[in-house]
């Protein structure tokens, strides 16, 4: 009766370890393909990064750029002010020299108008 149990066992364990393999492979098969999922996952997630980091260049290009539009387009502000301020004082004396002209002018006619009389 021995033998008899002894041979169950024996195919109870080679049942159990036929079983094991069966499940270990396909746990394999599935680590390795989560494995694979995964590394294309990382390899796209490199390119999309190389191409953020191009984006990020090419954003300090343009920050750089600006900076440099801004503080010339500050320096023609600066300019436009003196101009207009260069303007203004030029139409003041030309009002000034018009009324002095207007004054003498008018002074000559008094006299001249004097003088006729």
Do not use: C, F, P
Request: no cysteine; charged share 35%.
């Amino acid at each position: 009766m021995i033998v008899g149990e002894s041979q169950g066992v024996r195919e109870q364990v080679s049942r159990w370890i036929e079983d094991g393999q069966n499940h270990y492979l396909g746990a394999v098969s599935r680590v390795l393909q989560d494995y694979d999922r995964l590394q294309g996952a990382v390899e796209s997630a490199e390119r999309e990064n190389e191409q953020l980091r191009g984006l990020v260049y090419e954003n300090e290009k343009l920050r750089n750029r600006l900076e440099g539009s801004e503080h010339e387009s500050e320096q023609l502000r600066e300019e436009v002010k003196q101009l207009r301020a260069g303007t203004e004082r030029h139409l003041r004396e030309r009002e000034e020299i018009a009324d002095a002209l207007t004054r003498v002018m008018n002074e000559a006619i008094t006299r001249l108008r004097t003088q006729a009389a």
